[in-house]
């Protein structure tokens, strides 16, 4: 949540500034600002997305060689011109940008009003800069390094950060816990960005911070130490993205642009992983951890949002075929609930940021219980990735339209392979099912692809629900977290209220909202809970809902049943969620666009929730 980007270098910032904010206005969008060095110290800032900012810049004078960006999600208070970053000390010597959340804010704020200190803002960042500007103009022997990491020192939260001191123009300090932070290495230039998206541009040479890291940056060199002074080694990493990645190209929508990549997304996520002659599969990042997973008492999947969609069918599936115990819970709810964890229990976190802090903080609660921790995850170099004994990626690459898509079949990709790995390894399936189970993921694409080419026709069934106000997702086994994520897409990008219902609950309460004007999308694919989930299509039918079936191709039995029906093509249930999916998404996209709404960036949302 937030966006933060810095350059220090020879050329000017602002347009490197803008353009990051731009990559990473996807961490939020709620109010942008900058703050340039030339030869005093200029902060533009103002509510709205970065568009507003660059309106409101126009008429100014930006250049400057040193600067700091943001973009943000609003934790403490409104999104306003006031609680915009940069924030400034009370007597200026500092700017500071700010992701996280500084937690002990109101206590340390307190402090510094007894100190004389006043406020402008509501935000917990402007107590935090004004905290080291208080130890900097405390201490005769304290600089502004010494400053930034004594007053890290006192705080209790999250944060990434970037600051400028006044007095100490020709450096950027960057400062990182909880919140991610990465450093790009140019030619006498530094980038700093919240991911690399906005990096790339520029170099694929990478240093992505750890927990407690201070790096003093100056265009010529990069000085990295902990809070507690303590120099620290780098590792500069490659990034493996493109510019091509970052941008839409001819859609008019990244979520579209992601819907149509998932045929090559989910088979980048399966490719090397399936031996080429199709007889094994292979997880290279599971390899040291293997035999406790094979041997787990227990498998325990956390996540959130669509990341915990994901884990649910990896429920179903892991259960079903490799017969090992799983459990998923929301990571926001497991990390604080004290669980029975033990050094049998393996636990794995999903996460396409691999920064989530509900779910690496469940992962680092898990990991001092003993358990083992793996990960799923889609950013290369996350906090996750780094953190875990083991993992898998997801190979989607990068996803920026805030409805999680591409990601999801690729995490879902992953679920598959690893329950059909371990069932394998356990023997409980025989080499024949095995094999045929390998045959059917790697067809998937191709399957995708022709679902996606009916999309003509899922955009008329759109205009047809566009305007009612609620819809009803209902599902069974592996195609019950199909529906809730179906429902999640629905409402988060078109502000429709939709519920997802395991189909058999139906009559436990939601069947009382069933009626005339309510939308009712069953997925109805063909696997062994087909004739259920059709008694529960007449039930809604007796009722006058209106029914739109996600059906096997040639089940002509629910044609005229249903109101309306995207038709997937056969495939065994194992595989199923990969395609039963993917009309729903679509669904969820024409409809937000008719209801004209910001189907990338969704009111109050953010892509990477990196606060609680
Ligand atoms: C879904 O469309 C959302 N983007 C959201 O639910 C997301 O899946 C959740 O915030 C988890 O994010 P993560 O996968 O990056 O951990």
Redesign the pocket.
Same mark, same amino acid.
């Given at each position: 949540m937030c966006g933060i980007v810095g350059y220090i270098g020879d050329k000017n910032a602002y347009p490197i500034l803008i353009q990051g904010l731009q990559r990473l206005e996807y961490r939020g969008y709620d109010s942008a600002g900058v703050a340039i060095y030339n030869g005093s110290l200029t902060v533009h800032k103002c509510k709205g997305r970065v568009a507003d900012l660059e309106r409101h810049i126009a008429d100014k004078d930006i250049s400057g060689c040193i600067g700091i960006g943001h973009t943000r999600w609003a934790t403490h208070g409104e999104p306003n011109d006031r609680n915009a970053h940069p924030h400034t000390s009370m007597n200026g010597n500092f700017v500071l940008v700010h992701n996280g959340i500084i937690e002990n804010y109101a206590e340390l704020k307190a402090d510094l009003k007894k100190n004389g200190i006043t406020f402008q803002s509501d935000t917990d960042t402007e107590v935090l800069v004004n905290l080291i500007e208080y130890f900097y103009q405390k201490g005769e022997e304290v600089n502004a390094e010494i400053a930034v990491r004594l007053a890290l020192s006192k705080v209790v939260g999250a944060y990434g950060i970037a600051v400028i001191c006044k007095n100490e123009k020709d450096q950027i300090i960057v400062a990182r816990k909880g919140s991610p932070l990465v450093i790009g290495i140019g030619h006498g230039e530094y980038f700093i960005a919240s991911d690399a998206t906005p990096i790339v541009s520029y170099t694929n040479s990478v240093i992505y911070l750890n927990d407690n890291d201070v790096a003093i940056i100056t265009k010529d060199s990069l000085t990295l130490k902990t809070v507690e002074n303590t120099p620290v080694a780098f590792k500069i990493t490659k990034v493996d993205m493109t510019i091509g990645d970052l941008e839409k190209g001819d859609f008019e929508h990244f979520m579209l642009k992601e819907i149509f990549e998932q045929p090559k997304t989910i088979e980048d996520t399966f490719r090397g992983r399936i031996s080429p002659d199709r007889t094994e599969i292979v997880l290279g990042g599971l390899m040291d951890v293997f035999p406790k997973l094979v041997n787990a008492r227990r498998i325990i999947i956390i $996540?959130? $949002?669509?990341?915990w969609h994901a884990a649910l069918v990896g429920e179903y599936l892991i259960e079903e075929y490799a017969r090992i115990p799983v459990e998923v819970e929301y990571a926001s709810e497991f990390r604080y609930r004290n669980p029975i964890l033990s050094a049998e229990d393996v636990v794995i976190a999903?996460?396409?940021? $691999?920064?989530?802090a509900d779910?690496l903080a469940a992962l680092r609660m898990a990991k001092e219980n003993g358990a083992t921790i793996l990960g799923i995850c889609n950013v290369v170099g996350s906090s996750i990735a780094r953190e875990t004994d083991g993992g898998v990626y997801t190979h989607a690459g990068v996803e920026i339209g805030?409805?999680?898509t591409k990601?999801f079949t690729a995490q879902v990709t992953v679920m598959t392979l690893l329950a059909l790995k371990l069932a394998k390894e356990r023997g409980k399936i025989s080499s024949e099912v095995y094999l045929n189970l390998i045959q059917e993921l790697s067809e998937i694409p191709g399957k995708v692809k022709s679902i996606l080419v009916k999309h003509p026709h899922i955009k008329s069934v759109a205009a047809k629900y566009k305007d009612a106000s609620n819809a009803l997702y209902l599902g069974r086994g592996c195609l019950f977290p199909v529906a809730l994520e179906g429902a999640?897409?629905l409402k988060?990008i078109s502000y429709m209220h939709a519920e997802g219902y395991a189909a058999g609950e139906m009559k436990h309460g939601p069947i009382a909202l069933v009626d005339d004007n309510l939308p009712v999308v069953v997925v109805a694919a063909k696997d062994h809970y087909y004739e259920k989930i059709v008694s529960n299509i007449q039930e809604v039918k007796a009722r006058k809902g209106n029914i739109i079936a996600v059906v096997t191709e040639g089940d002509d039995g629910l044609k005229g049943m249903v109101n309306d029906l995207f038709e997937i093509p056969k495939s065994h249930p194992v595989v199923t969620p990969l395609l039963a999916i993917i009309p729903l998404q679509l669904f969820s996209y024409y409809i937000a666009v008719m209801r004209g709404c910001d189907v990338d960036q969704p009111r109050n949302?953010a892509?990477?929730?990196t606060v609680e």
């Amino acid at each position: 949540m937030c966006g933060i980007v810095g350059y220090i270098g020879d050329k000017n910032a602002y347009p490197i500034l803008i353009q990051g904010l731009q990559r990473l206005e996807y961490r939020g969008y709620d109010s942008a600002g900058v703050a340039i060095y030339n030869g005093s110290l200029t902060v533009h800032k103002c509510k709205g997305r970065v568009a507003d900012l660059e309106r409101h810049i126009a008429d100014k004078d930006i250049s400057g060689c040193i600067g700091i960006g943001h973009t943000r999600w609003a934790t403490h208070g409104e999104p306003n011109d006031r609680n915009a970053h940069p924030h400034t000390s009370m007597n200026g010597n500092f700017v500071l940008v700010h992701n996280g959340i500084i937690e002990n804010y109101a206590e340390l704020k307190a402090d510094l009003k007894k100190n004389g200190i006043t406020f402008q803002s509501d935000t917990d960042t402007e107590v935090l800069v004004n905290l080291i500007e208080y130890f900097y103009q405390k201490g005769e022997e304290v600089n502004a390094e010494i400053a930034v990491r004594l007053a890290l020192s006192k705080v209790v939260g999250a944060y990434g950060i970037a600051v400028i001191c006044k007095n100490e123009k020709d450096q950027i300090i960057v400062a990182r816990k909880g919140s991610p932070l990465v450093i790009g290495i140019g030619h006498g230039e530094y980038f700093i960005a919240s991911d690399a998206t906005p990096i790339v541009s520029y170099t694929n040479s990478v240093i992505y911070l750890n927990d407690n890291d201070v790096a003093i940056i100056t265009k010529d060199s990069l000085t990295l130490k902990t809070v507690e002074n303590t120099p620290v080694a780098f590792k500069i990493t490659k990034v493996d993205m493109t510019i091509g990645d970052l941008e839409k190209g001819d859609f008019e929508h990244f979520m579209l642009k992601e819907i149509f990549e998932q045929p090559k997304t989910i088979e980048d996520t399966f490719r090397g992983r399936i031996s080429p002659d199709r007889t094994e599969i292979v997880l290279g990042g599971l390899m040291d951890v293997f035999p406790k997973l094979v041997n787990a008492r227990r498998i325990i999947i956390i $996540g959130c $949002g669509t990341s915990w969609h994901a884990a649910l069918v990896g429920e179903y599936l892991i259960e079903e075929y490799a017969r090992i115990p799983v459990e998923v819970e929301y990571a926001s709810e497991f990390r604080y609930r004290n669980p029975i964890l033990s050094a049998e229990d393996v636990v794995i976190a999903i996460s396409q940021s $691999g920064e989530t802090a509900d779910t690496l903080a469940a992962l680092r609660m898990a990991k001092e219980n003993g358990a083992t921790i793996l990960g799923i995850c889609n950013v290369v170099g996350s906090s996750i990735a780094r953190e875990t004994d083991g993992g898998v990626y997801t190979h989607a690459g990068v996803e920026i339209g805030v409805a999680s898509t591409k990601a999801f079949t690729a995490q879902v990709t992953v679920m598959t392979l690893l329950a059909l790995k371990l069932a394998k390894e356990r023997g409980k399936i025989s080499s024949e099912v095995y094999l045929n189970l390998i045959q059917e993921l790697s067809e998937i694409p191709g399957k995708v692809k022709s679902i996606l080419v009916k999309h003509p026709h899922i955009k008329s069934v759109a205009a047809k629900y566009k305007d009612a106000s609620n819809a009803l997702y209902l599902g069974r086994g592996c195609l019950f977290p199909v529906a809730l994520e179906g429902a999640l897409k629905l409402k988060e990008i078109s502000y429709m209220h939709a519920e997802g219902y395991a189909a058999g609950e139906m009559k436990h309460g939601p069947i009382a909202l069933v009626d005339d004007n309510l939308p009712v999308v069953v997925v109805a694919a063909k696997d062994h809970y087909y004739e259920k989930i059709v008694s529960n299509i007449q039930e809604v039918k007796a009722r006058k809902g209106n029914i739109i079936a996600v059906v096997t191709e040639g089940d002509d039995g629910l044609k005229g049943m249903v109101n309306d029906l995207f038709e997937i093509p056969k495939s065994h249930p194992v595989v199923t969620p990969l395609l039963a999916i993917i009309p729903l998404q679509l669904f969820s996209y024409y409809i937000a666009v008719m209801r004209g709404c910001d189907v990338d960036q969704p009111r109050n949302l953010a892509k990477s929730v990196t606060v609680e």
